[in-house]
């Protein structure tokens, strides 16, 4: 008898850190008070005892963090390749036992390439590699769903509310048959860390994580950071086909999106927005949009 796919799933800790950390500052009025910022850390993982990578993070899902982070890199296929991850915030350091061993894994992690990510993040190996066989679903989505993402973002309880400094990125699925008020879209994942890129590694890791029905949706990922080809990469490697940001695009997110044909939506605040590639996947409706300036003139 073959295994049920949870039986196959990765053993995890459950070594979530506290979030936000108080300090005191001194204001422009001289006055002294009370202030949360976030509580950036390190994290070392290990990859069957050899060490890999450390990533600086909030620690709110470290062990997804660690999955995400190796799925994306391309080191395993599946989160059924990993046996288990351990992490431990004594020694600041997250142990990943694998099932067979990383083939090659030298030669894989041999090549840096220096990110964009807030800190300085790092892939591993030819960024570019593999995009052209990667095949995003037919997903479509209208604009009144993207006004009502945006609001869902709006309306999240976050760390940057209330001690700033972070990124904060979401995995969102459309139902037809969702609550009409929710205009379809639902939200199934809301992370927050100190990069973009990890945030995103964390989605991806969860995604690892969840039974197949859970996400039969189509797929919409949100970041609050401009559309680099890193993260339009991970996007579509995560099976997504349409991303979103509150900031911009890059000339290599650009050129990635419109070469997988992924549809990129940049400055989306409350009701505007720029669609940059993709602009099939986007059902306009001009009419729901805030007038334009010179309208209001008029």
């Known amino acids: 008898m073959s295994a049920s796919p949870a039986a196959c799933l990765p053993r995890l800790t459950s070594a979530r850190a506290e979030l936000t950390r108080e300090v005191e500052v001194l204001d422009e009025h001289g006055e002294r008070g009370q202030v949360s910022i976030p509580a950036e850390r390190d994290l070392t993982v290990y990859v069957d005892r050899r060490e890999l990578v450390t990533l600086m993070t909030l620690g709110a899902e470290p062990e ?14 599946s989160a059924s390749d990993v046996e288990s991850i351990t992490v431990d915030w004594e020694v600041a350091s997250a142990a990943v036992k694998t099932h067979a061993g990383i083939d090659r894994i030298e030669e894989r992690t041999a090549k840096k390439v220096v990110t964009t990510g807030c800190g300085q993040g790092s892939v591993f190996g030819e960024l570019m590699a593999g995009i052209d066989s990667l095949a995003l679903p037919a997903t479509r989505m209208s604009q009144a769903q993207l006004y009502a993402l945006v609001n869902a973002i709006r309306l999240q309880e976050s760390t940057y509310k209330s001690a700033g400094s972070v990124h904060g990125c979401a995995l969102f699925t459309l139902d037809d048959a969702a609550d009409p008020d929710a205009e379809g879209v639902r939200m199934q994942c809301f992370v927050e ?106």
């Open 64 to 77: 997804l963090l660690v999955l995400g982070y190796l799925l994306n890199q391309r080191l395993i296929e």
């Open 193 to 298: 860390d100190v990069g973009r890129h990890n945030a995103i590694d964390t989605i991806a890791g969860w995604i690892a994580m969840q039974p197949a029905d859970r996400l039969a949706g189509g797929r919409v990922f949100y970041t609050t950071g401009r559309l680099t080809s890193e993260m339009v990469i991970k996007s579509a490697q995560m099976g997504v086909a349409i991303v979103v940001s509150r900031s911009g695009i890059t000339q290599m997110g650009h050129e990635v999106a419109t070469r997988v044909g992924l549809c990129a939506i940049g400055r989306a605040t409350n009701k505007r927005f720029v669609c940059y590639a993709g602009f099939d996947r986007l059902q306009l409706q001009p009419e729901l949009a805030a007038r334009r300036p010179s309208e209001r003139d008029a």
